[in-house]
């Protein structure tokens, strides 16, 4: 994904509050982009509206595509949802460090 656009900023800020509360997960549009728009001096609407941009812009240029596919497991050129890319990516991130500790033998 591009660093330059605005979804992405907002997406790591949206991803970091998800890993500090799964419960977030179901309160993506009450809880999250609120918060992630203050966080930033924005609107809730222009955070929503911002991370589907980038996820749409990042889905479509095929940048790391064979990847995101393998990440996502979606069927055909289906982008996911703001909500399941912030889960997923959140869900991948929780799991990397359990996975580099087995990696490594501890």
Known sequence: MKAHLQ?????????????QSEALLSAITKEV?????????STPARVERSIRHAVMVSWES???LP????????PGSTKP???EFIATL???LRAAPNEASQESGD
């Open 7 to 19: 979804g992405y900023r907002y997406l790591r800020s949206a991803i970091d509050l998800v890993l």
């Open 33 to 41: 982009y609120p918060t992630v728009a203050r966080l930033h001096g």
């Open 62 to 64: 095929g940048t790391g």
């Open 67 to 74: 990847t995101a596919r393998a990440l996502f497991r979606r």
């Open 81 to 83: 949802t703001n909500a």
């Open 90 to 92: 959140a869900d991948h």
